[in-house]
């Protein structure tokens, strides 16, 4: 069957109870389109636990601060709408931020404490955006389940709290990052990365390699302190900008004085003064 294409968020609220009327299950991979490998792993994993899978492209303007990208954010509708066919995905809900954000629209979810620190205290409002779209999504959509990258791995998290808190029923699933071939974590964002940007870039990834050998070689008692230290060291010497590095409980994202087997190197890092790229990784590999 063909994928549908949908505009309008009654339309899709109609489909979805239309779908849930006739006993299916419901998958929704949220997005904001320019679909990498990263993406599309989402939605394989979503194909394979829903009978409909739903993705929604949707570049969410309450989610970028005033001086963002929001304008210069990569779009690529056609090309999005024919990978995720590939996929097996059943539609594509693409709505206008006009009919999201409607004149007099004045309503705001904002998770408290998890939203502190990291990208919350880098991009004021931010996780309020994410929040209040990913509520608008779940209840247009009404997804049994709904899948979400570790790469964004403090949206993760208050998303997580945010269903928890508010009841949606929905289960959240979390997928690994996928990487380039050199570890670079996969974003829409690496379109801007050119020339001596993109190798610069890899400083995140090495600097996730170095603290996860650090980790691996003491086996115990390794202070958050030498891993933050490695990780400046790591990213100064590519001639990027830190704009974090925290070891963190992967739940409560509460920063840790010493590495233990839940904890979390995640990072921020600015590339050619422009470009903010995220990543993140268990500090102890569980070897299989
Ligand atoms: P975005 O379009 O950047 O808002 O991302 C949409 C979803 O894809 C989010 O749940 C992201 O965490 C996820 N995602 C983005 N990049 C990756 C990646 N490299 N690996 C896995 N998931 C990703």
Redesign the pocket.
């Known amino acids: 069957m063909e994928m549908k294409i949908i505009k309008s968020p009654a339309e899709m609220q109609h489909q979805a109870i239309a779908w849930k009327r006739e006993g299916l299950k419901i998958a929704l991979?949220?997005?904001?389109?320019?679909l990498?490998a990263?993406?599309l792993?989402?939605m394989r994993k979503a194909v394979q636990n829903a009978d409909k899978v739903i993705v929604s492209l949707f570049v969410n303007p309450m989610q970028f601060g005033p001086n963002e990208d929001f304008a210069a954010y990569p779009r690529q509708f056609q090309i999005d709408c024919d990978l995720a066919e590939k996929e097996g995905v059943h539609l594509i809900f693409c709505p206008d931020a006009k009919e999201m954000y409607p004149e007099g629209f004045q309503t705001t979810v904002s998770v408290k404490t998890l939203t502190q620190g990291m990208c919350g205290a880098d991009r004021p409002g931010h996780f309020d955006g994410v929040a209040t779209v990913v509520s608008k999504l779940l209840h247009l959509t009404i997804p049994d389940i709904a899948?979400?990258?570790?790469?964004?791995f403090q949206?993760?998290a208050v998303i997580r709290q945010m269903v928890r808190d508010l009841h949606f029923p929905v289960t959240i699933i979390g997928?690994?990052?996928?990487?380039e071939a050199d570890g670079l974590?996969?974003?829409?964002r690496n379109k801007y990365l050119a020339g001596e940007m993109r190798t610069q870039a890899l400083c995140l990834y090495r600097s996730i390699q170095a603290a996860q050998q650090i980790v691996a070689r003491a086996g115990h008692d390794v202070a958050a302190g030498t891993i933050i230290e490695a990780t400046k060291k790591t990213v100064a010497e590519a001639g990027g900008k830190l704009e974090y590095a925290v070891v963190v409980d992967e739940h409560s994202l509460q920063a840790e004085t010493f590495v233990g087997s839940s904890s979390v190197l995640a990072i921020a890092v600015k590339i050619g003064g422009v470009v903010r790229l995220i990543d993140n990784a268990k500090l102890f590999i569980v070897k299989k």
Not at 147 to 152: A, L, M, S
């Open positions: 991979v949220p997005t904001m389109g320019c990498h990263g993406h792993s989402l899948v979400f990258g570790e790469k964004d949206q993760l997928s690994p990052i996928v990487r974590a996969m974003s829409s």
